[in-house]
C-alpha cells in the first residue's frame, strides 16, 4: 500500500478533492459530492493490481469507491 493509504484507518473521515477527481463519476454522484464531498473511509479496494483505492461512506449513507489519490483527510 502506498504511504497516503496506509496513514488512513477505517473510520477516517475523508473528503473527495474535486482538484483530483477523475471523469469517471456518474452525473447522480457528481451531484452528491458537489452538496457534500465528505464521508467515512469504510474499506480498502484494489484497482489495478497494484493500486490501492478506498471505499467512502457518503452522507446520505450509500458507498462508492476512489482512486487514493482522489481523496484528503477531512
Known sequence: MSQ????L????KIRVDFDKLRDRIPGALKKKLLQDPRGTLVNYKMTDGKGIGVV???????TSWFFEDEIARN
Not at 484507518?9 to 477516517?12: A, C, E, K, Q
Not at 467512502?56 to 450509500?62: A, F, K, N, Q, Y
Open 4 to 7: 497516503a493509504v496506509t496513514n
Open 9 to 12: 484507518r477505517i473510520g477516517s
Open 56 to 62: 467512502m461512506e457518503l452522507s446520505d449513507g450509500s
